[in-house]
């Protein structure tokens, strides 16, 4: 672990001179907001001790000379919408918040990309793909609120990776600055490369600590004109999970096949003062499908209804979208009314595990008495498992929650699954990761970070510990 040095009135003035004095601020009021992310547990909550808003790529790098310069830790920021403490500074330190670097640059209709800063709201990206009759494929459910530069750093997923990929699927390039503040374009628009190491798709996904995502190019579709969401109701857990594999086998190529369950369909229910389809005592599977025309989408629906009837659902109906996904959307706010403290599980395993992982998780919530909420990116293995402290006294809920994900990991791994399908790994998953992760695997991205940021400035305490 590196020795940092504290923000002194010097480095202050220093950053005031580089991007301005009404882009600097040590009031601990105004900082209170950088102190965390969407993880409620003040415990890994902390203040930092400058909070800066560059408006420019120069700004930033000139900023990360200067931190590198004088051993101060820094910590890129977007919108802090994330759910693993991967923008809090851990540290102290200086938050480098990329608000202020909000412009969509370009939307390229004739060849099909857009490029974006990375303070632009991903909707916002969404919307301008639209507008222009084209379409983006990354929709995480934070979507409304978070950045992309964001969903770059932590290769967010979401509602569409099934058959769009996560957001490393949608970026042809970046423009980085890098920990010692150079500044570089990496990937490029090309569909295909073979020159030398992917060091693009080496910083998506690395929560911000071995560089700083200034530009990003986002691959552009073709707008899907026929679209329909499905909703099949189950009346087992069980029978929901195992349509998940018949669905990926059936030549269809879902968009999404979401599950939630019971209930948490019925928490939702009263989040939302809503009364939802089937929510008595049904599990959902939400299925979105495109289709080249009407024909044949009507053609797919037909098939996914007789899929999931004869295996089982109680029903197959054509969703109200708005009310569909506003119901999904509402899963992370549903959880956090029912209970501030929680641990957020982004568990990944083979789509052929899921129904093995949801025995397991049922057999370790009974043996353990906690309460949890389940959504699940079911199509792509992403099960967000969520457990709820509710009124469990603080020192009975750590002491348990730590067995139960000791036990809950080993088995994630055990059937060839990760820590983290989407959310990351942040400040709070370290300690897990430093158990479940291949010693070696872990050498080789301590090793990457040692040789890019050799004074450890670069978001500190994320991911693992460097030693
Ligand atoms: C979601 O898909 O709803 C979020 O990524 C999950 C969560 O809040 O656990
Ligand atoms: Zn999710």
Request: with cysteine; aromatic share 6%.
């Amino acid at each position: 672990m590196a020795n940092y040095n504290p923000v002194t009135p010097r480095i202050v003035a220093e950053l005031q001179q580089l991007v301005g004095a009404k882009n600097v601020t040590v009031d601990p009021d105004k900082m209170q907001p950088y102190s965390h992310d969407e993880v409620t547990d003040s415990r890994y909550h902390s203040l930092p001790e400058v909070v800066v808003f560059p408006e420019t790529t120069a700004q930033v790098a000139q900023v990360v000379r200067l931190a590198n310069k004088e051993r101060v830790p820094v910590v890129p920021r977007g919108a802090g919408t994330g759910l693993a403490c991967g923008a809090v500074p851990v540290h102290r330190g200086i938050i480098l918040s990329l608000e202020y670097m909000n412009k969509i640059l370009e939307v390229n209709v004739e060849s099909l990309f857009m490029v974006v800063e990375p303070g632009v709201r991903t909707e916002d990206v969404q919307k301008a793909a639209k507008a222009a009759g084209l379409f983006y494929g990354g929709d995480p459910c934070s979507g409304d609120s978070c950045f992309i530069g964001g969903n770059v750093a932590t290769n967010a997923g979401g509602n569409r990776a099934v058959k769009y990929g996560t957001t490393r699927d949608q970026v042809y390039a970046i423009e980085v600055v890098t920990p010692t503040g150079d500044i570089v374009d990496l990937g490029g628009r090309l569909e295909k490369v073979s020159t030398g190491y992917s060091l693009e798709q080496l910083i998506i996904g690395s929560e911000g600590t071995l560089g700083v995502i200034t530009k990003v190019t986002l691959r552009l579709l073709p707008l899907p004109l026929h679209v329909v969401d499905l909703l099949a109701v189950f009346p087992t857990i069980e029978s929901a999970i195992a349509i998940v594999g018949k669905i990926a086998k059936a030549g269809v190529t879902p968009t999404c096949v979401e599950f939630i369950d019971n209930v948490t369909i019925q928490s939702i229910e009263r989040f939302l003062n809503e009364k939802l389809p089937y929510s008595d005592s049904c599990h959902y599977i939400i299925i979105q499908v495109e289709g080249k025309d009407e024909d044949d989408l009507d053609d797919k629906s037909a098939l996914l209804d007789e899929l999931c009837t004869t295996n089982g659902a109680r029903s197959v109906l054509v969703a109200d979208p708005q009310q569909i996904w506003r119901a999904r959307k509402a899963f992370t706010e549903t959880v956090r009314h029912e209970s501030l403290i929680m641990s957020k599980e982004d568990i990944v395993v083979p789509v052929d595990q899921i129904p093995q992982m949801m025995r397991d998780i049922a057999a370790l919530s009974g043996k353990y008495g906690m309460i949890t909420r389940t959504a699940s990116h079911a199509g792509d293995g992403n099960i967000h498992l969520n457990i709820l402290r509710c009124d469990m006294p603080e020192e009975e809920w750590d002491h348990k929650l730590d067995a139960f994900q000791h036990e809950l990991y080993a088995i994630v791994y055990r059937l060839g699954g990760k820590l983290s399908g989407e959310h990351g790994i942040g400040a709070k998953r370290l300690h897990l990761m430093q158990e479940v992760c291949n010693p070696i695997e872990l050498g080789m991205m301590r090793a990457i970070k040692k040789a890019l940021d050799p004074n450890l400035i670069l978001n500190p305490g994320k991911i693992f510990d460097v030693v």
